[in-house]
């Protein structure tokens, strides 16, 4: 019986490398993911945290720094407002509090642990 010669055409020598390629394709796009940005919690304008002061009532805050994301269900004289934004591939998320305390329906004192105003207005999400 004779022996069969199998001949490879050019396209069987080419399916390994195109294989090859389209891994290194593949993996190499993996770093190029779009990631867009993530905004949660209440944008606090600067301008809207300089109007906060001592004396206002709860509908004044209410209007100028809007319903806050985070209502204490044990204590309704605290207000908490969270703010959270991961710009892109940023690896430190930037987060902010303001946490506004409440006696005789009046604003008694207002918290801002580590945050001036001029730090929030280092983040405008809208950009």
Known sequence: MPHRVSRRGPAAL???IAAALGVL????????VYRINIQQGNYLEPAALEQLSVGM??????YLLGTPMLPDAF???????VFY??????RDPEQ???????EDD????????????????????AK
């Open 14 to 16: 080419l399916r390994p």
């Open 25 to 32: 394709l593949v993996l190499g796009a993996g770093g190029c």
């Open 57 to 62: 009532t709860r509908s004044q805050v209410r």
């Open 75 to 81: 204590d309704r004289d605290r207000w908490d407002y």
């Open 85 to 90: 934004f991961r710009r892109g591939r940023l």
């Open 96 to 102: 902010r509090r303001v946490t506004v305390i409440f």
């Open 106 to 125: 009046k604003v008694a004192r207002i918290e801002r642990p580590g945050v001036t105003p001029s730090q929030l207005a280092t983040v405008d999400p």
